[in-house]
């Protein structure tokens, strides 16, 4: 039988909390069957259930063991992150706790070669990036899917079988009272780096594995700095290698630095190794004496993987367990969050029977072709902070020894921060639309631009799971032919809502579902458009088509198109 840690886990900053074990399904008379269960309840799994939720799909989450993940993990959450966070509810209390930021040094013989600073428009809700340990967030999602009465969090719940049919899959689940059988018409696989689940359907994934490897050492220490990416290369007490340090809540630092090549992950584990390797970095920071405490450490290597696909029958891969990629540029769990918000979607509308034959084999094209161009854009990021032969070493030392005297060279210090992607070759957007005729504004494919509507109002705050209309008037309705599309498309049960953005503050806009004023035109000339012009936008906020004037029709072909019928 599965018997997960009982114990309370250790931090200096976290109280863990032990949650019961699911055991009432252990000797049913039968099998449940379920819309979804999604496997692993770390921030993609528990993000996945809540955003599922929204859309009205009830969903069960097996937790292996009982308790939030262990260590810092995952720390820092980009401003696309936050949006998707903010969708499910828990964005406000990751601000709350969170250390948000947007400049990033790098030091070479502890001398500052490179700052870069994260562009931050005043129609930006969220900092560039927010610091946060994994379990604090973790914890915050729990909280959410607890209060939730369509998710199901079972902890101690352990897959150890999988069994495929043609319209539903059977997971075999050991838990610390026995095992039981649950059934799923789809199973999402959030079940992490060393995924149960892609062992289980034997799936390899393809790329590079770099031979670098990093300690990870959280410890508690003030050291009077501000919230900023410190990486540091060559230094004296770490030859040829690089070290990267983050401030996190609760007066914690996260220091993360390179092993030589000979060195195993035991030895430098040990506590000797460890108190000797952080002193020589805080003092090489100027701390004298330094007093501090170790809260948590591990070590990882880097890697650039995935798989090449993410649907497998019934099983649906995201994060990473669909893919490992490389700490350098805060990757990993943003690519996660992104995942599993291009997928929801495409899920809810399929199980409600309204989807086309194209649309879920979507998730697996937008999202690994996103995976494979991180990977590219990744690989270049770790090749410098880990040359994995001694050609790249070789080069990122010419780059180190000229960036003291020569500027040109400093911009390939740049770690290539992690981005939403832009699905503009997706099978989901219009090709009939007018998107080659704008000039300006957020392309097919691409997220839909956050503006900032009043001292505390977004654009985002309006929107929720379903698809809208933007509409761009400077009149008091909208044509009624694309109103009773829409109505025609609601009926069809298809989720929609009209935004009418009015130049005009005074109008009341017949057909619009809310109103939202642009008296002085500036929402308008963001999105380049002018009136009756309007954006068609996805449940996950990107954008599949875009109009200089729309009609009936061409609101009807958009749908279809994004629903994956054509």
């Known amino acids: 039988m599965h018997q997960p840690h009982s114990e309370p886990r250790r931090s200096l900053y976290f109280n863990y909390q032990v949650f019961p074990a699911h ?26 259930a809540l955003d599922l939720a929204r859309h009205g799909i009830a969903c069960v989450v097996l937790a292996a063991e009982r308790q939030v993940s262990e260590g810092s993990r995952a720390i820092v959450f980009t401003r696309r992150s936050m949006e998707i966070l903010q969708q499910v509810g828990v964005a406000e209390r990751v601000c709350e706790l969170g250390l948000p930021w947007s400049c990033g040094n790098s030091f070479y013989r502890n001398q500052r070669v490179f700052r870069m600073e994260s562009p931050h428009d005043p129609d930006d809700r969220y900092a560039p990036m927010t610091n946060l340990q994994q379990p604090c967030l973790e914890q915050l999602l729990v909280e959410a899917a607890e209060a939730d009465p369509l998710v199901d969090l079972r902890w101690g719940n352990r897959v150890n079988g999988l069994a495929q049919h043609e319209d539903f899959a059977r997971l ?56 900023e990416r410190l990486a540091y290369f060559d230094p004296d007490w770490n030859p040829g290698n690089t070290v990267l340090m983050h401030r996190e809540p609760g007066d914690i630092w996260r220091i993360d630095y390179q092993l030589p090549a000979n060195e195993t992950p035991e030895q430098a584990l040990q506590p000797e190794s460890l108190r000797e390797r952080i002193n020589a970095q805080l003092h090489m920071l100027g701390v004298e004496d330094p007093q501090w405490e170790m809260d948590w450490s591990s070590v990882y290597s ?26 350098f540029g805060v990757r990993g769990a943003n690519t996660g969050f992104q ?228």
């Open 23 to 48: 055991t009432a399904s252990v000797g049913a008379a039968r099998v449940e069957r379920k819309p979804v269960v999604v496997v692993g309840a770390g921030p993609i799994g528990l993000t996945t």
């Open 172 to 227: 075999s689940i050991d838990t610390p009272a026995g095992s039981y059988e649950l059934d799923a018409d789809w199973v999402v696989a959030a079940d992490g780096a060393r995924s149960t689940l892609r062992t289980l359907l034997a799936l390899k994934l393809e790329g590079t594995a770099y031979e670098g490897r990093f300690v990870i050492a959280d410890i508690k220490i003030d050291l009077g700095l501000p919230t």
């Open 302 to 327: 880097t890697r650039a993987l995935t798989l090449p696909n993410y649907i497998h029958k019934r099983v649906i891969f995201a994060g990473d367990a669909a893919h490992l990629l490389p700490i």
């Open 339 to 566: 995942d599993c918000h291009g997928l929801v979607w495409k899920l809810a509308i399929a199980l409600k029977g309204l989807a086309g034959p194209k649309l879920l084999p979507s998730y697996s094209t937008e999202r690994v072709s996103a995976a494979r161009e991180i990977i590219g854009e990744a690989g270049k990021s770790t090749r410098f902070m880990a040359p994995p032969t001694a050609a790249y070493r070789l080069v990122r030392d010419a780059v180190l020894s000229l960036s003291l005297t020569q500027a040109f060279v400093r911009p390939l210090y740049h770690w290539r921060t992690s981005r939403p992607h832009d699905y503009a070759d997706s099978v989901l957007n219009c090709a009939t639309d007018d998107n080659e005729h704008f000039t300006a504004g957020p392309r097919n494919g691409a997220p839909l631009l956050n503006i900032r509507l009043a001292e505390d109002d977004y654009l985002f705050d309006h929107l929720g799971a379903c698809f809208y209309l933007l509409y761009f008037t400077d009149s008091d309705c909208i044509p009624s032919d694309v109103i009773e599309q829409a109505t025609a498309i609601r009926s069809s049960g298809v989720p929609l809502q009209i935004i009418a953005i009015a130049q005009n503050a005074q109008a009341i806009i017949t057909g619009a579902d809310q109103l939202i004023d642009d008296t002085t035109g500036r929402i308008a000339a963001k999105y380049g458009i002018a009136r009756n012009g309007a954006y068609l936008v996805r449940p996950d906020q990107h954008i599949c088509a875009r109009w200089l004037q729309v009609s009936a029709a061409q609101l009807q072909s958009a749908i279809d198109t994004a629903l994956g019928k054509h």
